[in-house]
């Protein structure tokens, strides 16, 4: 990775292409870093070799007749890098966490707005399942055949034995469009939510629908 001098949140566009500096955490430290966003707005799967994952999503898509619009990136494996591709897609990128119970027997997949945080006690209590924890690689790969930062609902195309339960966040609904990594993070797909509703039934899953509280708006009461 190369590191360049620049303010956090800036943008600079060379020959078309566009740049983003990014301050990143990591492990008490600050780190400043150049991330390339393709600027191009594409309609199409891409002409370039991609993972077998990825050029599976592009087909079932293709039989579905199911539009997207495609933004090509550095991996953007995280909310906060994602909110630079968000400018270029003019629409938010929701969050997508891989959950499972305490003997990682059940897992989840929730779709939340990617700006609220996420607190495990308010969907245990809603799932009515306690002790929820962070599935890890292992699982994730097993499942859904991608890696972490890249997870969507787009990947349950390969969940084939029904072991994941999509649990959607009834705030997505209010968007036009959702959007998510085709299999890895180095792309991301916007559709319309009633086209990714389409591609996520014809992968045999049934979304479960919640009302996520805002952790914000909780603080804030107890603060009055």
């Not at 909310?79 to 968000?86: G, H, N, R, S």
């Not at 959950?99 to 700006?115: A, E, V």
């Not at 299999?183 to 591609?199: M, N, V």
Request: net charge negative; with cysteine.
């Amino acid at each position: 990775m190369e590191f360049w001098a620049g303010t956090p949140g800036s943008c600079w566009e060379f020959d078309g292409v566009l740049f983003f500096f990014f301050e990143k955490k990591e492990k008490r430290r600050k780190e400043r870093y150049m991330m390339y966003i393709d600027p191009t707005k594409y309609t199409e799967r891409p002409a370039d070799e991609r993972i077998p994952q990825e050029l599976a999503i592009y087909d079932r898509l293709e039989e579905l007749g199911i539009p997207y619009v495609r933004v090509d990136h550095d991996h953007a494996d995280t909310i906060q890098i994602c909110a630079e591709v968000e400018q270029v897609l003019g629409s938010k990128i929701c969050k997508n966490l891989f959950l499972c119970n305490r003997k990682q027997t059940d897992f989840y997949l929730l779709m939340m707005p990617g700006d609220k945080p996420f607190k495990t006690k308010f969907l245990s209590a809603q799932l009515g399942c306690a002790r929820l924890s962070f599935a890890d690689d292992g699982h994730m790969r097993d499942c859904l055949q991608t890696i972490p930062g890249s997870v969507s609902a787009l990947e349950l195309l390969f969940d084939r034995d029904q072991r994941v339960q999509l649990v959607m966040d009834r705030d997505l609904l209010s968007d036009e469009f959702i959007s998510g990594h085709p299999g890895i993070s180095t792309s991301t797909l916007q559709l319309k939510r009633e086209d990714l509703l389409k591609f996520v039934e014809s992968t045999g899953h049934t979304p479960v629908y919640i009302d996520l509280p805002d952790p914000r708006r909780e603080e804030g009461a107890e603060g009055r």
